[in-house]
């Protein structure tokens, strides 16, 4: 064989491997989706608990540290944390998962606004989980999800 001829083999045993490989790894990608949605709710989930365990203390920050525009220390504190509760159990779930994605994506953006003091790190651990919030919110909660379930069972729009 010359080289000529050998070239094409080569490359296409490359080409196969790689086919290979990313079909391996979009068996995970349903995976990666729950992960994601795990990990990011389960910081806003426990931020709520918080929350609730020293509602004196919650209601003392609304009051004195975050400036909630437009609200009353006592209902954005309320607010605050029933958004923290709720909607990272449904995103979690899967179940209204894009809207549960975009709901704590908007009041990841609010808790930075609201709080004047926050340092880099927090600003930074806010970027990050707005950046998590992004997959759910375009791209929906994936295959391991209510939503995905009740798509691929009754209805015929996109979820």
């Keep these: 064989m010359n080289e000529e001829t050998?070239?094409?083999?080569?490359?296409?045993k490359a080409c196969n491997l790689v086919s290979m490989i990313y079909a391996k790894l979009d068996m995970l990608v349903p995976l990666g989706n729950l992960a994601l949605r795990l990990w990011v709710a389960n910081v806003?989930?426990?931020?709520?608990?918080t929350k609730i365990k020293s509602w004196d203390s919650t209601l003392y920050l609304f009051e004195e540290e975050y400036a909630v525009p437009l609200l009353s220390p006592e209902f954005a504190a309320m607010m605050?944390?029933?958004v923290e509760l709720f909607f990272p159990v449904l995103l979690v779930l899967g179940l209204a998962g894009r809207f549960s994605?975009?709901?704590?994506?908007l009041f990841n953006i609010m808790a930075?606004?609201?709080y004047p003091d926050l340092n880099a790190f927090?600003?930074?651990d806010h970027q990050v989980w707005g950046?998590?919030?992004?997959?759910?919110m375009l791209m929906g909660p994936g295959e391991l999800s209510i939503d995905h379930s009740i798509h691929?069972?009754?209805v015929s729009c996109r979820y």
């Design 6 to 12: 050998q070239n094409p083999n080569v490359i296409a």
């Design 44 to 49: 806003f989930f426990k931020s709520g608990l």
């Design 80 to 82: 605050g944390t029933a």
């Design 101 to 105: 994605a975009i709901t704590l994506f």
């Design 112 to 114: 930075v606004i609201s």
């Design 122 to 124: 927090g600003i930074r």
């Design 131 to 136: 950046i998590m919030l992004l997959i759910p």
């Design 152 to 154: 691929t069972k009754f």
